[in-house]
């Protein structure tokens, strides 16, 4: 009898953790929109039924590089844009599920820095460890 109880709580408590867990957040895609977190009128990234233009936060320039981060209308999706302020460059975008605290989307490209978005609070010491460095606190880079 004993067993079945344990067992049972045991069944009980494995049911209620997947209701613990929370989607990671990205605050800096929840702030007020300003001029500045619009990509440029040539450049148009996600579909606009997916990733809302009016998701689009500016994050950080760094070395003549801006990157923009934006969010599904549900919130379950985040995505992030590498934009060389040299016309001629290529930039590179990508999207990714926000599902746990992990890395969300690691993108690179030719001729553009390899960039990770990771979550509020996502621990980037392994990261920094492997030479990458942190340009915001939702910006890691890679260094070369």
């Not at 007020?32 to 977190?37: H, K, L, M, Q, R």
């Not at 969010?71 to 060389?84: I, N, Q, Y």
């Amino acid at each position: 009898m004993k067993n079945t109880r344990i067992l049972a709580a045991t069944f009980a408590a494995a049911l209620l953790l997947p209701g613990c867990t929370s989607t990671p957040k990205i605050s800096a895609l929840e702030a007020p929109a300003g001029a500045e977190d619009q990509l440029p009128a040539d450049v148009t990234i996600w579909p606009d039924d997916e990733i809302p233009a009016s998701s689009v936060r500016f994050l950080v320039e760094h070395n003549e590089v801006r990157y923009f981060g934006a969010k599904s209308t549900d919130g379950r999706r985040a995505c992030v844009a590498v934009l060389p302020r040299d016309r001629q460059a290529s930039w590179i975008a990508g999207c990714s599920d926000l599902r746990d605290d992990r890395e969300v989307i690691h993108v690179s490209g030719t001729g553009v820095v390899e960039t990770v978005l990771v979550s509020d609070g996502f621990d980037v010491d392994k990261l920094i460890g492997d030479g990458w460095k942190p340009i915001h606190k939702n910006i890691v880079i890679a260094t070369p």
